[in-house]
């Protein structure tokens, strides 16, 4: 039974999940929580690749390359919002009924986008979808990062953010035999591909009723009996299938448990204890933020007005980019617990950075073509993928562990907001003028903001690999002999 009111206890449950092997247990956990970034890849690509075939009155809803970018902008909008609101509601009421509710209001709000007949019922749509997508950043990361033991949390929590990318590798598939008007008629096409993600995201809603909720969140909430019980049951199944005995770290933590965390403290966690980890994560957010929201997410547009590719063809061309995304995420990821978070991210950035600048050159000289183009962004993304997922790793592990959940909604939703909002309107905008260089300017104030992150990151980065969350940020309720720095 939970405790009747918040008082002192000593726990080892930190210790004793960072200590476990590596068990189907543990892939269960990335299943019923990493698979909802798959889900993310094919909502955001469909409607990159369904770009042109929203401006074909056709399509049945005509709307202007501007539109389509402002759509891209709604959805960021309330990705940020729900972030918001959705991550207070996480660190207040437990990891686990959030990632179900935010699950659910994805799974309706991305069939509703099926049966859009006109611009405004789409545009409610995208900012419901966003915001149930924006409160699964906050809950998911967090429910992840304090499940999973801290000798493999980089690599974990990189690959599940890169898994991303293959659901635009998927929707990119899909969109072909979808799109052409052979196997659907053409405005009914697009709107089967916001169906398929309603019927996969179900199927992943099954699976994540098994995930439990997070023994650190409970420890802290008064309810340290059904985080002893859980964690004992997780010890149980890790033993039954690894066949390892587990030995009882000795390691322990203090702290004072409460029910809730108010505005003010989180506000004063960010600006007063922790001022240069909070300009850490907004440079790293609103540089990659920018990045994709404003290239990748127009990249059909791009295709469509400068080289003349055919929207029911864009697939082609958006499946290598997004196989070469999770490519970067998949083999670098590993580096970030061997090599270290602070060198890695900053290459990440920075080696992105400067592959942006050489592809805006090439552009704003009219030297490639589509195929080539499409190269040049394989090689950008393999390195700004890794980056980008670590972005989320970075504020997940740099604040502590009652405000973890809001840090990455706030990270989020600022950087998003400033780089998401503004860089499809902006890049819509770019794009319709139909001047390469005006688009390849676009190309170099991402880069810039890419490179700017990589150097914030060598300068006052936080070395986090292999390190327990505790160690990294001292919970607010941990009573101990040192002070919080």
């Known amino acids: 039974m939970a405790s009747t009111s918040p008082r002192t206890i000593e726990t080892d449950i930190p210790a004793r999940l960072d200590r476990l092997p590596w068990s189907r247990w543990h892939w269960t956990v990335l299943l019923g929580l990493g698979a909802v970034w798959i889900l993310d890849g094919l909502e955001v690509t469909v409607v990159g690749v369904i770009g042109p075939r929203l401006t074909d009155e056709s399509g049945?809803?005509?709307?202007?390359?501007?539109?389509v970018g402002l759509a891209a902008g709604i959805y960021v909008i309330g990705a940020c919002v729900g972030a918001l609101f959705f991550g207070h509601l996480t660190d207040r009421f437990g990891r686990k009924k959030l990632f179900l509710l935010t699950l659910a209001l994805y799974l309706a709000a991305t069939v509703a986008t099926a049966f859009s007949f006109n611009p405004l019922w789409f545009y409610a749509c995208r900012f419901l979808t966003g915001a149930g997508i924006g409160g699964e950043y906050a809950a998911i990361n967090s429910a992840i990062d304090e499940l999973i033991p801290a000798r493999v949390r980089g690599t974990v929590d990189v690959l599940?953010?890169?898994?991303?990318w293959v659901g635009t590798a998927l929707a990119a598939a899909l969109s072909i035999p979808i799109l052409n008007g052979d196997l659907l008629p053409e405005d009914l096409g697009w709107r089967a591909l916001f169906a398929l993600g309603g019927l996969l995201g179900l199927g992943v809603l099954f699976v994540r009723r098994t995930v439990p909720e997070s023994p650190r969140w409970l420890f802290i909430h008064g309810r340290e009996d059904e985080a002893e019980r859980i964690v004992s049951g997780i010890e149980d199944r890790v033993r039954a299938e690894t066949g390892e005995e587990?030995?009882?770290?000795?390691?322990?933590?203090?702290?004072?448990?409460r029910r809730a965390i108010g505005f003010g403290e989180i506000a004063h966690t960010a600006v007063k204890l922790y001022p240069r980890r909070t300009v850490l994560g907004l440079s790293l957010f609103v540089g990659q933020a920018f990045l994709y929201n404003a290239v990748y997410f127009t990249y059909a547009l791009v295709l469509d007005r400068f080289f003349k590719v055919s929207d029911t063809h864009v697939g082609y061309y958006l499946i290598p980019i997004g196989v070469g995304n999770f490519l970067g995420a998949f083999l670098l990821g590993r580096l970030f617990d061997v090599v270290g978070r602070r060198t890695m991210i900053a290459t990440s950035y920075i080696?992105?950075?400067?592959?942006?600048v050489g592809t805006g050159f090439l552009f704003r000289a009219e030297v490639l073509n589509a195929w080539t183009l499409t190269a040049c962004w394989c090689a950008v993304f393999f390195l700004a993928s890794a980056g980008a997922s670590a972005a989320y790793l970075t504020v997940s592990e740099i604040f502590p562990m009652e405000t973890r959940a809001m840090a990455i909604a706030a990270f989020y939703a600022v950087g998003t907001g400033l780089g998401g909002v503004i860089g499809p309107v902006l890049f819509g905008r770019l794009v319709e003028s139909g001047k390469a260089?005006?688009?390849a300017g676009g190309y170099f104030l991402g880069a810039g903001l890419m490179v700017a992150a990589g150097v914030v990151e060598l300068l006052i980065g936080v070395e986090a690999a292999k390190r327990s969350l505790e160690d990294v940020a001292e919970p607010l309720s941990a009573r101990s002999e040192h002070a919080t720095t």
């Open 60 to 67: 049945g809803l005509g709307l202007t390359d501007s539109q």
């Open 160 to 164: 599940v953010n890169g898994s991303f």
């Open 246 to 257: 587990l030995e009882r770290p000795d390691r322990t933590l203090r702290i004072h448990q």
């Open 351 to 356: 080696g992105s950075g400067v592959l942006l």
């Open 437 to 439: 260089g005006a688009v």
